[in-house]
């Protein structure tokens, strides 16, 4: 399982020097952020500064992270590329596809037996590739990559949003769609607009309830959903130095819900204990020497107006424990308001389950700083008024806390151990009662609340706190209870409360697990055959994309014009087709059905010109398709934004779909649609829009000279015979008409041209 030392000790070599140029090219001190940045430019020493917010940069991570669901699509591509290995160390994580119900064993099993085949898939696509592969099992992604590969000053990515946990080990670790992540594989650069810098000044010192979740909880508050769109948020000052690695982590991992690019903290004492407390003492040691590198350059922090976009300042030492929801995580109440506020809202004060673990929540300091309190239960004669649920992190986790008696504390509260793996986080939690979708509440320590998000039910009300803060309102079943100031009644009929929550940040012992779950590449990985079988509906390998014929596209059927809003989740839904992410013709019977069809107001309804009936989008496609005819997508403004799925791209391209013309594109998904070999354009007159017709055949006049800055001309045929010529934008440069003309990105790879 080894983590790569040699690359970590290169990156190290590195830095210093390119670190020094690029303060020398932008003139002034360093952030830590931009001195990542600079060291992992795709063409080496840094030559230019670069506009934050306005540059696009290409990067050369270090490593890649895959997580079950999305590596399914990200490795079938990857297998396309032609290589024998990928380009970098890359890891796959088991973690999504087990569903919390019973325990953890009969849960494993039961994902086991019914996802077999995906997982089969995985490992040996890993063993083949070169990929380290972590069974159903090891752990959650985030909480492993930061056991085992996380490293201060590395830049990696990873196919989940919260592969930003890993900032908290000093990384600038940001979430990707799977085709960003097969670039890298394939040993190709990664691009990123050059972001915005947000600082966090850390005052103070936490104590007592407090926790370094109840920073970030303070911080979503602050600057909400959207507040870190296009920023990296680095964080810094005494209270950041005075807090654990895994806090750090905890606070990096809900970045993501302020939609923040990724977030960061400098190199401290904390990462070389954690490093070390992981058997990663040659990477601390690494670090150690050049420290002064893997944080912000001193003037930088003693100034931080001056360097950061924005500022927020946070005293530790006046924090209070805080719950953020219910349905969105930048709901913030600090828990001395929390009565009243409940009370206002009539959100249920019952608890029916309190939940703590996931890859946000689950350190050795976070699970014996719960169990602290759960001792208290039988020490005071309390009875725990709330279910109450673990989800280990990893097998690492999992085995140290069991052997250091915290399992069997929890067991004795009535907990139940649920595998390490996602489960209620991911809304794998088959819970029994939610579909009579009652209102309730639950109070968890993970860190996504949004509707249905645990347990599938509407009304669910869930509130998000620190592992020690639920563990405390699960123990009173009360959401306005406030373990600083309210007592509870015990079994005696008396009075007690509930001492501070105490704990150890690390292992006295060590971190122990007899199989962590981890599988090693083969050596050789030529000879190991990847199984996919013909029948699966969940898996299919996939053909590559038919290189461009050279001629204009003629004869093209509209197969919708979209109205209004048309994010990647209306293109491709998610929901219960997320067990087909692996099979391309399967996934691709979701296209456009979340799209509202111009012409009749209806979703999942479009016009078949070949027989004038209405029917499904993806049957009216396929049927143009069987008869040959190419087709044609026409939508409205920011067309495809949302998540960075490439299945948005893949499916209309596979149904045959050749080009999709809008008033503007959501930025990643027009690069998908070109790494897939479509043309995506835009309206040259956005008025155009309104000349398109339902019954149109469209016909490219000069596709043959497609070049860069040149508009295409098509000619939209409208029913009566009379027609329109539209200008069409397109934003491709000579590389990228390469992928078209090859017939997508991994097709030109693959022939050893990219
Ligand atoms: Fe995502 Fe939750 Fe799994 Fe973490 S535990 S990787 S947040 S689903």
């Known amino acids: 399982m080894a983590f790569d030392i040699e690359m970590i000790k290169k990156v190290y070599h590195n830095m210093p020097g390119r670190v020094d140029a690029a303060r020398e090219i932008v003139g002034r001190p360093l952030t830590l952020t931009e001195k990542i940045l600079y060291n992992h430019l795709w063409d ?25 669901a999305t590596a399914q699509m990200a490795l079938l591509q990857f297998m396309h590329a032609g290589k024998s290995k990928v380009a970098v160390p890359t890891t796959v994580h088991c973690d999504h596809l087990i569903q919390a119900k019973v325990d953890a064993a009969t849960d494993l099993a039961r994902a086991k037996t019914q996802s077999n085949e995906v997982f089969d898939f995985l490992s040996s696509v890993s063993n083949k590739y070169g ?49 960003d992540a097969v670039d ?27 926790a370094p979740k109840d920073v970030i909880l303070k911080v979503a508050g602050i600057l909400t959903v959207k507040g870190g769109t296009g920023a990296i948020v680095e964080y810094f000052g005494e209270g950041a130095t005075a807090m654990s690695c895994t806090g750090k982590g905890t606070i990096c991992n809900m970045g993501a819900e302020i939609g923040a690019t990724t977030s960061t903290f400098g190199y401290d004492d904390s990462m070389s204990r954690y490093l070390r407390s992981t058997n990663r003492a040659d990477v601390a040691d690494a670090a150690d020497k050049i420290a002064s590198y893997l944080t912000g350059d001193p003037e930088v922090y003693a100034d931080p107006e001056k360097y950061f976009d924005q500022l927020i300042e946070i005293n530790l030492s006046e ?17 001395s308001k929390m009565k009243e506020e409940a009370i206002k809202n009539n959100w249920p004060l019952q608890i029916q389950v309190g939940l703590i673990g996931s890859c946000t929540n689950s350190s050795y300091e976070d699970i014996s700083r719960a169990a602290s309190l759960a001792k208290q239960v039988s020490e005071k004669n309390l009875k725990v008024k709330s279910e109450f649920t673990i989800t280990p992190g990893s097998e690492v986790v999992r085995s140290t806390i069991e052997r250091d008696g915290f399992i069997d504390t929890f067991h004795k509260i009535g907990a139940t151990v649920f595998a390490n793996a996602c ?15 009652e209102r309730n509440t639950i109070v968890h320590s993970f860190n996504r609340n949004f509707s249905k998000r645990a347990d599938g039910n509407p009304n669910t009300l869930a509130f998000v706190g620190s592992p020690e803060l639920v563990t405390a309102l699960a ?18 009929g008396e009075e007690v409360m509930l001492d501070e929550p105490t704990g150890d940040e690390l292992p006295e012992k060590g971190f122990y697990a007899e199989d962590p779950g981890f599988q090693a590449p083969a050596e050789d990985g030529s000879g190991v055959q990847v199984v996919v079988s013909l029948t699966s509906e969940r898996l299919q390998l996939l053909a590559p994309f038919d290189a461009w014929d050279g001629k204009n596209i003629t004869g093209a059927k509209l197969l919708i014009k979209a109205f209004g809003k048309c994010t990647t989740d209306h293109i491709s839904m998610a929901g219960p087709w997320l067990r087909f992410r ?17 012409f009749n ?26 008869a040959g005819v190419p087709s044609v997508v026409v939508g409205d403004h920011n067309y495809g934004e949302g998540s960075s799925r490439e299945h948005a791209a893949m499916e209309p391209r596979f149904l045959g779909v050749k080009a999709v013309l809008v008033k503007s594109f959501a930025r990643i998904h027009e690069t998908n649609l070109k790494k897939q070999g479509l043309l995506g354009l835009t309206f040259a007159n956005e008025s155009d829009y309104d000349k398109i017709q339902e019954n149109d055949t469209i016909n490219f006049t000069d596709l043959t000279e497609f070049a860069p800055g040149k508009p295409l001309t098509l000619e939209f045929v409208h029913a009566d015979g009379s027609k329109d010529i539209i200008l069409a934008n397109h934003t491709y440069n000579e590389g990228q008409i390469g992928w078209f003309v090859a017939g997508s990105a991994l097709n030109l790879i693959a022939a050893g041209k990219a």
């Open 582 to 598: 692996g099979h391309l013709d399967n996934i691709s019977n979701n296209m456009l059905i979340g799209a509202v069809n111009a």
């Open 184 to 210: 890298v594989m394939s040993g190709m650069a990664w691009e990123l607009k050059f972001p915005k810098l947000i600082g966090v000044k850390l005052t103070g010192k936490l104590s007592g309830w407090t």
């Open 319 to 335: 924090l209070e424990p805080h719950l953020n929801g219910p349905f969105t995580p930048d709901l913030a109440t600090p828990i």
């Open 131 to 179: 990929i380290g592969f972590w069974k159903p099992g090891a752990g959650i992604i985030h909480q492993v990559v930061l056991e085992n590969y996380a490293f201060p000053g590395g830049m990696m990515i990873g196919t989940d949003s919260h592969t930003v946990n890993a900032g908290g080990l000093g990384m600038v670790a940001i979430g990707v769609g799977g085709a």
């Open 44 to 68: 080496g020493n840094p030559t230019k500064a670069f506009g934050r917010g306005v540059d696009y940069v290409d990067f050369a991570p270090d490593r890649v992270a895959c997580q079950d």
């Open 601 to 626: 107001q209806k979703t999942n309804s479009v016009k078949n010109q070949l027989t004038e009936q209405y029917d499904a989008v993806p049957a009216v496609a396929r049927a143009y398709k069987a």
């Open 475 to 492: 123990i009173a079943g009360d959401l306005g209870f406030n373990p600083l100031t309210d007592k509870l009644i015990n079994e005696d």
């Open 423 to 437: 489960g209620p986080c991911i809304g794998m939690w088959d819970r029994e009662g939610a579909e009579k979708e």
